[in-house]
């Protein structure tokens, strides 16, 4: 005998294009750090209901992009310099695990092929100006780096330290491209490639070392 439920599933799609809205605007600067997000705004902004705005919230909160507080709603996310450095040293300590144990990488196939599509998407978005797209293939990139090391354990710890640095890996993308190129943050994960090429550990994580992702976010402690 099939049960009745009465909760209620939103098309994915909605919730996807709600949640995409948000995190595009978070990430382009568009809502800086400490902004309030409104659940009414957003509906009459997309022109839906509350359901998938909630719920683009509540996901968008598990990824450490925004912050629920308690009577008072949702708001941006505020890191200071200590929580950023943090995250980015233990990102780094991931990162190295993950080349010590990957590499040096099989002489079958290619094993970067997955890097190398994430670079050739971040390069076809950045040539469109596509901001949104160009950062999620940036942390594809990283992502694919990490799962060099085929250690799924290692690949869910790394996500959610990921996730929490979409902001200031875009913000540092952004500002190095108003300060001198948009091109340049595309040569530096074209060399960051060049050095998991040559095959070496200790040239491939000497290269995330000097891959210049604190650079341009100007962190004073």
Same mark, same amino acid.
């Given at each position: 005998?099939?049960?009745? &439920?009465?909760?209620?599933? @939103? ?12 995190? !595009? #605007?978070? %990430? ?6 400490? #902004?309030?997000?409104? /659940? ?14 909630? /719920? #683009? ?25 200590? =929580?950023?450095?943090?995250?980015? +040293? %233990?990102?780094?300590? @991931? ?9 040096? @990488?099989? $002489? ?8 190398? $599509?994430?670079? =050739?998407?971040?390069? &076809?978005? =950045? ?7 160009? =950062? ?12 060099? $090391?085929?250690?799924?354990? %290692? ?19 952004? /500002?190095?491209?108003?300060?001198? !190129? ?8 074209? +060399? ?20 210049? +992702? @604190? ?7």
């Amino acid at each position: 005998m099939r049960l009745r &439920t009465n909760v209620a599933v @939103l098309p994915p799609s909605l919730v996807e294009m709600t949640t995409r809205h948000v995190r !595009s #605007a978070i %990430l382009s600067g568009e809502f800086e750090p400490g #902004a309030r997000i409104v /659940e009414e705004t957003l509906c009459a902004r997309l022109g839906t209901s509350r359901a998938p705005v909630r /719920e #683009a919230l509540r996901l968008l909160d598990q990824e450490g992009l925004i912050e629920h507080l308690p009577r008072r709603g949702f708001r941006v996310a505020v890191w200071s310099p200590t =929580d950023v450095l943090q995250l980015f +040293e %233990l990102r780094r300590v @991931l990162e190295r695990h993950a080349i010590e144990r990957a590499f040096p @990488l099989p $002489a079958e196939g290619d094993p970067l092929l997955t890097v190398r $599509a994430a670079l =050739d998407e971040m390069r &076809t978005a =950045d040539e469109r100006g596509d901001a949104f797209e160009r =950062d999620e293939a940036h942390r594809r990139f990283h992502t694919a780096i990490v799962a060099l $090391a085929g250690n799924r354990q %290692l690949d869910l710890a790394y996500e959610p330290i990921l996730l929490k640095l979409q902001l200031p890996m875009a913000r540092n993308i952004r /500002e190095e491209a108003r300060k001198t !190129s948009h091109y340049n943050g595309i040569r530096r994960h074209t +060399e960051l490639l060049a050095a998991l090429e040559r095959n070496d550990p200790a040239v491939a994580y000497d290269a995330l070392q000097r891959h210049g +992702e @604190l650079v341009y976010l100007d962190l004073k402690i």
